[in-house]
């Protein structure tokens, strides 16, 4: 193993307390929350109270003010153990930056301090029925009215959809000017004409919580825009290094997480006599999978540094995702095969980190997305 340079030991202090609370208030409710269709609100206010969400919000508004390596320990922790209900990554690393980074005081003051306490769970509505890699063809408008808005429109597939209290909506203020007529918006659940679709039944992150959301002639005072009017593109291209940064993170744990459960596997379970282990097959499959892991793990520890010093790149970030997404999608899909038919049961965490790892390809988005992107720097 190559030594870790980018935490300290006060992060692997940290680490150590998120693993130890993981342990004992998450995993064994993990079962029952992907019943649910959803983890409960009980544990985001735990997660809140240590101090776990949002660890980049500033001090004055309630948060510890700590840098991203902070949110990248919860996430690796938490996809260590294989916690993809907890939609931490979502509102930690994706939605409430947009509101440290682009809120007015008065909007930093109301919903961060909620946000970091777990009372307030976010979301980002950016897709909808019929736009989801061209955002610049989404639908859903906001008119100004006096000193308000009105937004109507639909999204889908929202992450935290159910559970969300605050979403960050995706507009088009002006249709006419393309990426500069687009807009966030703050709104709250409960906002008359915003309602929330049934929990969609997804393949897999069965405990997380992803909806339709609909918005029909929804009054948001204009208080509510964020980052300003016609400016929504632009702090959406600014924020994604860290979007795919995050994804990265979980994905990489995960198939980490993977690979080390094969390898206990392997040796125990026996055929012809012998431990699986001792076949040439299983060791070159593990061989192969480890060096791609190493490698990708130096890759992205260079990412995490580079986004602390405020230096990582969109093309990098892309890269990123794509190497981390579709290796964990390798390495979910090699060690169930080393699983034989037990890798096909749902009650092994192989099998499930074979469906949840799925997404990973396709949100944040998707990985031709990130090729298109990767590709057009390289020719520029
Ligand atoms: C579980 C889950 C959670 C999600 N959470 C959220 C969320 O919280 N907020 C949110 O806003 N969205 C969310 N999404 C939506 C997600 O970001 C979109 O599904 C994704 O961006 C792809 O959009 P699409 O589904 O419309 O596919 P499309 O854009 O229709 O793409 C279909 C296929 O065409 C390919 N394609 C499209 N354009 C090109 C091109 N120019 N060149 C080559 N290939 C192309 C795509 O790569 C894909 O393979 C979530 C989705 C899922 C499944």
Redesign the pocket.
Known sequence: MIPRYVFDSDHEMFRDTVRKFLEAEAVPHHAQWEKDGQVSREIWLKAGEQGFLCPTVPEEYGGVGVDFRYNAIVSEEFSRLGLTGLGWG?HSDISVPYIIRYGTEEQKQKYLPGCVSGEIIT?????EPG????LQGIKTTAVRDGDDYIINGS???????QMCDLVIV?VKTDPSAGSNGISLFLVEAGTPGFSKGSNLE?IG?KA?D?SELFFQDVRVPKENLLGGEGRGFVCLMQDLPQERLSVSLIGLAMAESILEQTVAYVKERKAFGKAIATFQNTQFKLAELDTEVTAARVFLDRCLELHIEEKLDTATASKAKLLCTELQCKVNDECLQLHGGYGYMAEYPVARAFVDAR?QR????????MK?IIGRELLS
Request: hydrophobic share 45%; no cysteine.
């Open positions: 979502l979301a980002i509505a950016m897709t736009a989801g890699s061209d999204k889908t597939f929202i992450s935290n959809g995706v997804k992150l997380q992803t997404v396709i949100y944040a988005g998707t990985n031709e997305i298109l």
